[in-house]
């Protein structure tokens, strides 16, 4: 059986539309929407395709019409977007959005799995990359043989022995240096991790129509172009 797995696709329908991988199963741990200019298109897709997801900050904070905060970095990002998704997404995507889980248990294969977007302690906003030692204390009382994170946008894969700890990295707006979208196949066993070149000119084109200029614009092209280069201190921003 053959395992997709997904995180921060972030509303980049121009990422995720090119993904050209068939799978039994696929499960999206969080971030479907902001930073982005399609979260409908987003939603639409996990809705119709993943097996199971978990909701992310941004995911809440949309269904929740938390004002974004504005300022610089990320912030002002958020502050660009989120006000056009709330005119584009209807009640029923805020609703599924809403309804996301935060965290859940998915048995598939033959194994348990975990997905959470952050971590347990604070399933949509802790920050944290692979650090064993943190990953061992946040996993003491999680059942699982597989534990899916997003989130940090970073790909990594921690074997703690009888837990795989797993963040595929992000569809819509990778930044561990390398622009491509990015996501897991997990088959037989085998943990593999792939990239994808899709058109970034459009997404950043996207933003660029729906009214996103400035600052804010001049970041997502910088990240969607150098997978986030120039984006150096991830730690004090928002996933
Ligand atoms: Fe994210």
Not at 207 to 235: K, N, S, W, Y
Request: with cysteine.
């Amino acid at each position: 059986m053959k395992l997709l797995v997904l995180a921060d696709i972030h509303a980049n329908w121009s990422a995720l539309s090119a993904l050209d991988e068939s799978f039994d199963a696929c499960f999206m741990v969080g971030d479907i929407v902001d930073y982005g200019a399609d979260p409908a298109e987003c939603i639409d897709w996990v809705r119709e395709n993943a097996t199971a997801w978990v909701r992310g900050n941004h995911d809440h904070a949309v269904a929740q019409r938390v004002a974004p905060l504005g300022g610089s970095g990320l912030r002002g990002l958020a502050a660009a977007t989120r006000p056009q998704h709330w005119e584009v997404l209807d009640t029923k995507r805020l609703s599924f959005l809403a309804k996301m889980p935060v965290q859940q248990h998915v048995q598939f294969d033959g194994y348990t799995h975990f997905l959470v977007h952050a971590t347990p302690r604070d399933p949509l906003d802790e920050y944290l990359g692979p650090d064993e030692r943190q990953w061992r204390k946040r996993l003491a009382d999680i059942e699982a043989d597989y534990v899916y994170v997003g989130h940090t946008h970073m790909p990594f894969h921690l074997d703690l022995g009888d837990k795989q700890v797993i963040n595929p990295g992000s569809i819509g707006q990778p930044r561990d240096g390398d622009p491509r979208a990015s996501y897991v196949v997990i088959e037989d066993g085998r943990v593999e991790f792939r990239r994808f070149e899709y058109d970034v000119d459009a997404a950043v084109q996207r933003l660029r129509d729906v009214g996103v200029d400035g600052p804010p614009f001049e970041l997502a092209e910088q990240i969607l172009r150098t997978g986030g280069q120039a984006f150096p201190t991830p730690t004090n921003e928002p996933g």
